[in-house]
């Protein structure tokens, strides 16, 4: 990706510590600066300390009242 007014690359901040990346092939680890920042990150997602926003998941309880309604509902054959 290219700035619109010349043939440099566009620069992004590296997520994990804010230093100016140029988004270019051979930015190997882009959009972090290092493979440090990259596994640093990595590491985050792998512990759960970044995740991404959802409902919060069922618990056996509240499955187990899902599947008998469902079991109520369904038409016998």
């Not at 230093?19 to 590491?43: H, M, N």
Request: proline share 9%; aromatic share 6%.
């Amino acid at each position: 990706m290219t700035h619109p007014a010349n043939d440099t690359p566009m620069e992004v901040n590296c997520p994990h510590c804010g230093q100016k990346v140029a988004w270019a092939p051979e930015s190997t680890y882009r959009p972090f600066c290092s493979k440090r920042c990259q596994l640093i990150d990595f590491g985050a997602w792998a512990e759960e300390s970044h995740r991404i926003a959802g409902e919060p998941a069922m618990d056996e309880a509240d499955l187990d009242t899902l599947l008998a309604q469902a079991d109520k509902d369904a038409p016998l054959s």
